[in-house]
């Protein structure tokens, strides 16, 4: 696991982008993070999934991350991926939530096999406003959805919710993979180093 405390030079104005919409998505990693080091203080997490942990319907990533599953689908790390399944069976529903281990600004993720079978969707609800937004994993990654996929709130979040958008009841569910996992949270600096714009650059790797 890999913390990352990343800054920029002070952005003193948002983009007209960020604040037309309360969440934002990105197919390109580092047009990624480089929305989310506009944020004085931005702190990236890094999960690759390293270490194997064993099915069950809850877990608990090495970034502390855990992922529920609400039904007996797969919800495990291994081989160097995070492995889920959902679906909206009538008499086998399933879905899983990953709540994060604090208030996260944004959060993204290599993806494999998203549209496969069903189509994954999650809901992120970053407190701004707009409620509930459902973002569909097929649409925005086209063909099987596999790639990067990643998302910034206007405001902070702690937990997402990952559903099958496939609703008809003898839908075969979706299985789909995860790996390089990143999610970052925005850590209040001094008054003093916001004023100077001076903001250093440190990372480290965890013991």
Known sequence: MIYRIIAAALALTISATASS??????????????????????????DPFDNDIAQAQSITFDSGVVSQSSGSFSNSVSGGMYRGSV???????S????????????????????ADGGVLQVTINDGTGSGDQVFNFGTLLGGNGTGFLGFVGTGDFTSVLFQDSTLTPDNAGENYEADNLSFATVIPLPAGLLA????????????
């Not at 714009?197 to 965890?206: P, T």
């Open 95 to 114: 879905q899983v939530t990953w709540t994060f281990p604090t208030a996260i600004q944004g959060f993204g993720a290599d993806w494999v096999s998203t």
């Open 196 to 207: 100077l714009g001076l903001i250093g650059r440190r990372a480290k790797r965890a013991a």
């Open 21 to 46: 919409a309360a969440v934002m998505t990105y197919t390109d990693r580092t047009l990624w993070e480089t929305e989310l080091n506009k944020l004085p203080g931005a702190t990236f997490t890094d």
């Open 87 to 93: 679906a909206d069976f009538t008499s086998r529903e």
